[in-house]
């Protein structure tokens, strides 16, 4: 069984850092592909970043320089750095993994119909 458990959430002023975690279970990340996605209220899932072992590290545009995607092997865990948030990165933050390889373009890899499983999210709020 496949499980994702995300932490880390919380609130923040704008231009401050958050570090998410996801640590993950029933799954092997050198044989999924997994990532960061976000909801804010009245908008639909987008994808924040996604990385592949071995293979591309994808990021949305407004996120690119801010945001970083990394995972622990040893620790079965990806993470996600948030630096200089602002008030729009207000979301729900969801990890997500697929049921296999995953081919295609970025923007593939970054929709969430291509992932299976999902945690429960966290919140990161920031204010202005």
């Known amino acids: 069984q496949v499980r994702l458990v995300e932490s880390g959430g919380g609130s923040v002023q704008s231009g401050g850092s958050l570090t998410l975690s996801c640590a993950a279970s029933?799954?092997?990340?050198?044989?999924?592909?997994i990532g960061w996605f976000r909801q804010a209220p009245e908008k639909e899932r987008e994808g924040v970043a996604q990385l592949t072992s071995r293979g591309p590290t994808t990021y949305a545009d407004s996120v690119k320089g801010r945001f970083t995607i990394s995972q622990d092997n040893t620790k079965n865990t990806l993470y996600l750095d948030m630096n200089n948030l602002k008030p729009e990165d207000t979301a729900m933050y969801y990890c997500?993994?697929?049921?296999?390889?995953?081919?295609?373009?970025?923007?593939?890899?970054?929709?969430?119909?291509?992932?299976?499983?999902w945690g429960q999210g966290t919140q990161v709020t920031v204010s202005s």
């Open positions: 029933g799954i092997t990340f050198s044989s999924n592909c």
């Open positions: 997500a993994a697929t049921s296999g390889a995953l081919a295609g373009s970025s923007a593939y890899r970054l929709s969430p119909i291509a992932y299976t499983y």
